[in-house]
């Protein structure tokens, strides 16, 4: 079996979960709160089957500009993502954000949907394909299949679940081997069955009755069941959404941004080296100052510490230290988005180096770090 993560983006109301719903037949939004609004506020989840031995999971993100955090609490494991732009109103600011955090987090596959076509007329929709193929210039949907489609009408749905299978069987699957990684996404309790957590696997597998770590909270429990779109599994590997019903341990104990691990595999920091790359268009960025530091399913406090650098400007690269205010869990190699403390907004992201630094002052580290060649040979002996 094949399996494969979709995550959608857009605008506020351009149809994301609409659209899962006519894809799968499953309505992503879960929360009593979002059936009354009628919008997204927390991830949702769906999963569409092929025939073949391919499974592509849905997370569904919130596209309010108010919710960023909780659509980059599942930006982090996904493979391929579904740009959705509704018809009637165009390319919005939470269309370009969302598309500046999924190359921020080298994402490299996905396609454009229009939504909402039976709003418009076709010579209104023919400026809108237009004025998206101008937007995507220059990103990783630059080329990308742009598919009208309505789930009113369920008009092109078909097609579309067909480009889905085509675009994410040229993705290449997470490798099952190295150590099990599963940043929490959600927590919840099931009467009969006690503390369950979800997320994507990052790497590695795990199995029924193993013995499986919370950190940075340091609980030591066991694997009761493990269960995947629904259905009970012996074991879960790389790549799968997964859900964990936890032997030994309370609800209250948890919380999204833990991780699920191998025990003794992993070591919680407050220090991480990177290198950090800043959005066009943004304000100057200097050394020391607080950010919001999104890593895998975590949001946290961090002053950052520029090295050889006082500020970093817009489009620049450079390498960095994060200090943060609580633990996380991470590795070389990972993809991280950074905000602003205030006003909230995404201002740049990049590539976590070292998980276990030391503090040093930007004017010590002219021989610290490495070429590019270098710095992706040290990634992957620390990813094996």
């Not at 009593?32 to 391919?54: H, M, N, W, Y």
């Not at 076509?117 to 080329?143: A, I, M, P």
């Not at 941004?257 to 080296?273: C, E, H, N, R």
């Not at 070389?332 to 201002?347: A, H, K, M, Q, Y």
Request: charge should be positive; hydrophobic fraction near 40%; include cysteine.
């Amino acid at each position: 079996m094949q399996y494969r993560i979709l995550g959608t983006a857009g605008h506020i109301d351009h149809g994301k979960s609409a659209l899962v719903k006519a894809l799968t037949g499953i309505d992503p939004d879960r929360l009593k709160e979002e059936k009354e609004r009628g919008i997204t506020i927390d991830l949702g989840f769906a999963d569409l089957r092929f025939s073949d031995d391919l499974t592509v999971g849905i997370v569904d993100v919130p596209g309010h500009e108010r919710l960023i955090r909780n659509m980059l609490a599942g930006a982090g494991g996904i493979d391929l993502v579904l740009l959705v732009i509704a018809a009637n109103e165009g390319v919005m600011p939470q269309s370009r954000e969302h598309l500046h955090i999924c190359n921020l987090l080298n994402i490299k596959s996905g396609l454009i949907a229009i939504s909402k076509v039976d709003l418009v007329e076709q010579e209104w929709l023919d400026l809108v394909q237009e004025d998206v193929r101008n937007f995507v210039k220059g990103t990783f949907l630059e080329g990308a299949d742009i598919i009208p489609v309505s789930a009113k009408t369920m008009f092109n749905t078909n097609l579309l679940k067909e480009k889905i299978k085509e675009v994410a069987l040229k993705v290449e699957q997470k490798s099952s081997k190295g150590i099990f990684r599963l940043p929490v996404d959600r927590v919840f309790s099931l009467k009969g069955f006690g503390t369950v957590v979800t997320g994507t696997a990052v790497s590695g597998s795990i199995s029924v009755n193993d013995d499986v770590e919370i950190l940075p909270s340091n609980i030591a429990c066991k694997v009761r069941g493990l269960h995947s779109h629904g259905k009970p599994i012996q074991s879960a590997y790389a790549g799968q959404r997964v859900a964990i019903n936890l032997q030994g341990v309370e609800k209250e104990a948890l919380k999204r941004g833990d991780a699920a691990v191998v025990p003794g595999k992993f070591i919680s920091t407050k220090m991480l080296d990177a290198k950090i790359e800043l959005l066009q268009n943004v304000p100057v960025l200097k050394s020391r100052e607080i950010v919001h530091l999104h890593l895998g399913t975590t949001e946290n406090m961090a002053r950052i510490i520029l090295y050889e650098k006082d500020k970093i400007a817009p489009g620049e690269i450079c390498y960095c230290q994060f200090r943060l205010q609580e633990p996380i869990i991470a590795m070389s190699g990972d993809r991280f988005i950074i905000r602003r403390f205030s006003p909230l907004e995404t201002v740049g992201g990049g590539q976590i180096l070292d998980t276990i630094s030391q503090k040093m002052s930007h004017k010590k580290v002219s021989n610290t770090f490495m070429s590019s060649t270098q710095e992706h040979c040290l990634i992957k002996s620390l990813q094996k």
